[in-house]
């Protein structure tokens, strides 16, 4: 028997139009099986997802999604005939094959199983639609579904309300840091030096709970009192002043400088006001933005980049995710919006996505939105605003 929750997603899957879902549906749909597995376990869930795909979506879906997304089915069928076999070949076949429902029985295994060769599956696309994906993510045949819906890019700033991305943040210490926080840390420190950041003035864009706050006072040696941030939430603000205020009591120093006020502050940064505030920082080395110029769409982010652009910093770091869904616009490349900007790339590298031992779930169930994320290091266009030219010029 099909779980409640999963029947009533068939229904709705089977009558509405395409056209009127959107990837932010996701957020439901992963929130009904999650509590559809904590009822029933796993195994009933993985043939509820088989039964979602095989009643609820048309075939001609799936013939759709093959013709749009060749160089992703391409390189599927690729991986599943390389060395070493495993379990999940026989699945992404059948996926390619037209028989979805199959594939995530077949993927399922590795839930009862396990698996030791995955090697190959972190692969990274690096052309196509999905460049930047890995193969683990791209054989959820629940990712070409929610692939195929509309991304819903409507101002998606009108929804940052405060109950979103109210995650309680996870204890940072150099044990608990991700792979990612990791090799994030180790590909800044490389591109521009330890000596840089300990050095360095930062304005935390968007700095939601204070992560990007720890890994930069705690890891890569800035300085909690040449460290700013604004977010639109105050309840985020106060928590990411509390991170660099307990990191600068762990270095006994005392932040010092502009008071604590002026570089911890709500900030919309659409509102008219907003430059001013902005401005009364002063100068800084280094914005830095994670996952916030994602937040604006392409009319907005021209007027973004100019507000975050008013301290003429030396670099911006922009480390943002390459697809989009419901309040996210991903950008594979936004250079041409950073030259107009007076910025240009300097160097890229796109993160390896993540999946931890405890994750085999995330390779067959529908997820909120599949991400990946490109670190993003731009530095100014020389001669690019008057201070420049002057310099230039000799004034
Ligand atoms: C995806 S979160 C990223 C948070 C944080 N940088 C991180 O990576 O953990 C985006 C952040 O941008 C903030 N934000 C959204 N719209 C904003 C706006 N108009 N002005 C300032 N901040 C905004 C949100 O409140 C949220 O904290």
Redesign the pocket.
């Known amino acids: 028997m099909t779980h409640v929750l999963v029947d009533a997603l068939i229904e709705h899957f089977r009558n509405t139009p395409r056209d009127r879902m959107a990837r932010g549906d996701f957020y439901r749909i992963n929130h009904d099986f999650v509590a559809a597995a904590r009822d029933q376990g796993f195994n009933a869930t993985i043939e509820d997802a088989a039964r979602l795909l095989e009643d609820g979506v048309s075939p001609s879906l799936w013939a759709e999604t093959s013709r749009q997304r060749e160089a992703t089915h391409l390189a599927l069928r690729q991986v599943a005939g390389m060395a070493p076999e495993t379990v999940l070949d026989r699945a992404i076949l059948d996926f390619l094959n037209g028989s979805p429902g199959d594939a995530v029985r077949g993927i399922g295994e590795v839930q009862r199983q396990g698996i030791e060769s995955f090697g190959k599956y972190r692969s990274m696309l690096n052309r196509g639609h999905d460049r930047g994906l890995a193969i683990w993510q791209v054989m959820n045949p629940f990712y070409f579904l929610w692939a195929s819906l509309p991304v819903a890019r409507t101002t998606p ?1 009108d929804r ?1 309300r405060e109950d979103q ?1 109210n995650n309680t943040p996870e204890p940072t210490t150099e044990s608990t840091r991700s792979a990612n926080d990791r090799m994030l840390v180790e590909f800044l420190r490389g591109e521009l030096g330890s000596e840089f950041w300990s050095t360095t003035s930062v304005l ?6 204070g ?2 706050a720890s890994l930069l006072i705690d890891e890569l040696g800035v300085d909690p009192s040449a460290y700013s941030a ?4 105050e309840k ?1 603000v106060e928590r990411t002043r509390s991170v660099a205020l307990s990191a600068a009591s762990n270095m006994s120093a005392t932040p010092a400088g502009a008071s604590i006020d002026d570089r911890f502050f709500p ?4 509102a008219d006001d907003a430059p001013k505030r902005i401005q009364a920082l002063g100068e800084v080395d280094v914005v830095f ?4 110029t ?3 769409d392409d009319t907005q982010l021209p007027l973004i980049l100019k507000r975050m652009t008013l301290p003429k910093p030396k670099v911006i770091v922009d ?1 943002s995710v390459t697809t989009s869904w419901g309040f ?1 616009i991903g950008r594979i490349d936004p250079s041409a919006a950073y030259r107009a900007a007076g910025y240009q790339l300097r160097v890229s590298r796109l993160e390896t996505p993540a999946l931890e031992a405890n994750e085999t779930h995330r390779l067959w169930m529908p997820q909120r939105y599949w991400s990946n994320r490109n670190i993003l290091i731009y530095e100014k266009i020389p001669g690019s605003d008057d201070r420049d030219l002057g310099k230039q010029l000799g004034a």
Request: contains cysteine; glycine residues 6%; charged residues 15%.
């Open positions: 700033s940052w991305f935390d864009c968007g700095c939601g709970h992560h990007t604004f977010d639109l939430h985020r900030l919309d940064i659409l933005s994670t996952s916030f994602n937040v604006f480390i996210c």
